[in-house]
């Protein structure tokens, strides 16, 4: 049990430090902005994007994702 909960905690170190290192990269690109960034998503003017437009947004990016993960993933990162 001990091996399985710490393979757990190495696979979710592994990726947050390859989101990390992809934060980076995309700080230095010249054309990168967060406004841009955040309007892949979208739909409406409001300042947050709902579980519905993260959807849309990931659609356009041409993600084939399940709806439950989709939301298990903005669960995860929303913050309001």
Do not use: W
């Not at 757990?8 to 054309?31: A, G, P």
């Not at 409406?44 to 994702?65: N, W, Y």
């Amino acid at each position: 049990m001990i091996v399985i909960v710490k393979d757990c905690f190495q696979e979710l170190f592994d990726l947050e430090n390859i989101m990390e290192q992809h934060r980076k990269e995309l700080s230095y690109q010249r054309d990168f902005t967060l406004i841009a960034a955040f309007n892949t998503f979208a739909k409406s003017m409001q300042q947050r994007v709902s579980l519905e437009e993260f959807s849309f947004g990931l659609d356009r990016l041409d993600f084939a994702l399940l709806p439950s993960d989709i939301k298990l993933f903005f669960d995860r990162y929303d913050s309001d």
